[in-house]
Nanobody, 122 residues
Framework: QVQLVESGGGLVQAGGSLRLSCAASGRTFRSYVMGWFRQAPEKEREFVATVTRSGMQSNYADSVRGRFTISRDNAKNTLYLQMNSLKPEDTAVYYC???????????????WGQGTQVTVSS
């Protein structure tokens, strides 16, 4: 098990940027594939980005590719999501998650943070 705590959310104007962080407890962070997901009101939780254990490979949802960048620092037990050129449709609660597979499905991730709200105004 790994405990995850997100931070960095907030209110930003369209076109702006935010960087989310996800701090993981324990010494097993590097053994997990990590992902970011988001959930807007009255919508299902959806995949945003994922990164391999080493950080060498990543994958993105089409809706964020080219605007968001996922990264990790295994020495600091921290996952990041740099979000640029934000749009109102990016408004959601953003969750980080840890799992065993480099996958886009929520079911492949066993450990979840509590989420951080991102609101993009037009």
């Amino acid at each position: 098990q790994v405990q995850l705590v997100e931070s960095g959310g907030g209110l930003v104007q369209a076109g702006g940027s935010l960087r989310l962080s996800c701090a993981a407890s324990g010494r097993t962070f590097r053994s997990y594939v990590m992902g970011w997901f988001r959930q807007a009101p009255e919508k299902e939780r959806e995949f945003v980005a994922t990164v391999t254990r080493s950080g060498m490979q990543s994958n993105y949802a089409d809706s964020v590719r080219g605007r968001f960048t996922i990264s990790r620092d295994n020495a600091k037990n921290t996952l990041y999501l740099q979000m640029n050129s934000l749009k109102p449709e990016d408004t959601a609660v953003y969750y980080c998650a840890a799992g065993g597979q480099f996958a886009v499905e929520t079911t492949k991730y066993d450990n979840w943070g509590q989420g951080t709200q991102v609101t993009v105004s037009s």
